[in-house]
């Protein structure tokens, strides 16, 4: 168990509609970073957070958004899914800014399936 | 930008030793990352190098040039259990991945 909670684990949808996923990092870590992971594909950087502000972007679509709360825990939204947004989409921690010396943390992941 | 490439596959047998690679560029590199991912799980942290030199690890060890944005991943006594993807990813803000190496531990 990596310490990094992401809820729901799975996620069935309608293309159009909107979902929102969550992820508790581990306990002290101040980063939070988001990826997605489509069938047979690498791991896609979508964006990262650091102790509730905005740090990286990778090539997240508009219609992704993302926000850290003062709680530390973060949530990714996805709005007009289309059947390509179908992936594991997953969260990470770690205690630093940027990747000094130390590993991410990862969560076991949401599987959205939108049909 | 970044760019980093592993090999996409590779098979071997039980018992024997296997060397992954992994070019990058990147800019503001800060230490290149390997992660083992087994199918539909989440990456696993296997070893992280920021300076150049091999780092050892039990069974795994890890190199890294950073002149020639080289870093490779060997296996030793390779298991069945070792069949998964690895990962190589470059430091920094992003933390970016490779698309990963699946690799296949025969009998």
């Known amino acids: 168990d990596s310490g990094v909670t992401q809820t729901p684990k799975h996620l069935i949808t309608a293309t159009g509609q909107r979902v929102t996923l969550r992820c508790s990092p581990r306990s002290g870590d101040l980063s939070v970073y988001w990826y997605q992971q489509s069938l047979d594909q690498g791991l896609q950087f979508l964006i990262q957070?650091?102790?509730?502000?905005?740090?990286a972007k990778g090539n997240i679509l508009e219609r992704f958004s993302a926000q850290q709360f003062p709680d530390l825990h973060s949530e990714l939204n996805l709005s007009s899914l289309e059947l390509g947004d179908s992936a594991l989409y997953f969260c990470?921690?770690?205690?630093?800014?940027?990747?000094?010396?130390?590993?991410?943390?990862f969560g076991q992941g949401t599987r959205l399936t939108v049909v | 930008g970044q760019n980093i490439d592993q090999p996409t596959e590779m098979t071997a047998t039980e018992g024997a030793i296997v060397q992954i690679n992994c070019t990058y560029q990147?800019?503001?590199?800060?230490?290149l990352f390997w992660y083992q991912q087994h199918a539909g799980e989440a990456p696993t942290f296997l070893s992280y190098n920021v300076l150049d030199g091999l780092e050892e690890k039990g069974r795994f060890s890890s190199f890294l040039s950073r002149s020639k944005g080289y870093s490779y991943l060997l296996l030793k006594e390779l298991q069945m259990k070792d069949s998964a993807s690895y990962l190589c990813a470059s430091g920094g803000y992003k933390l970016i991945f490779g698309t990963g190496t699946r690799l296949q531990v025969f009998p």
């Open positions: 990147t800019s503001g590199f800060n230490g």
């Open positions: 990470a921690s770690s205690p630093m800014e940027g990747q000094e010396n130390t590993e991410a943390f």
């Open positions: 957070y650091y102790n509730g502000e905005e740090r």
